[in-house]
């Protein structure tokens, strides 16, 4: 079982950054993945990026080139390096990851862009 607990969002304009960074509550070297999630109002929850343990990348479409996801070991955490953020952008990201089959969530950031 982990316990992960999200930090750093807020209210941005348009084309500023945010950095979230996410906790976990045990070591994160045998969690395969680990990954950001959003949701917007009225919208189902959407991948945003994920990292393996080996390192591996995956991001959205939407948010490739723009944003950068990162996971210390050492530290138990994991970040989202968002730049240039959009209005399109505002959601409540989550933190997430898989191991072992099982799926754990935090309880999430609201992140907001005004235009």
């Known amino acids: 079982q982990v316990q992960l607990v999200e930090s750093g969002g807020g209210l941005v304009q348009a084309g500023g950054t945010l950095r979230l960074s996410c906790a976990a509550s045990r070591s994160i070297d045998s969690i395969k993945t680990m990954g950001w999630y959003r949701e917007a109002p009225g919208k189902q929850r959407e991948m945003v990026a994920i990292i393996t343990n080996g390192g591996s990348t995956n991001y959205a479409d939407s948010v490739q080139g723009r944003f950068t996801i990162s996971r210390d070991n050492a530290k138990n955490t994991v970040d989202l390096q968002m730049n240039s953020l959009k209005p399109e952008d505002t959601a409540v990201y989550y933190c997430?990851?898989?191991?072992?089959?099982?799926?754990?969530w935090g309880r999430g950031t609201q992140v907001t862009v005004s235009s």
């Open positions: 997430h990851a898989l191991t072992w089959n099982l799926n754990y």
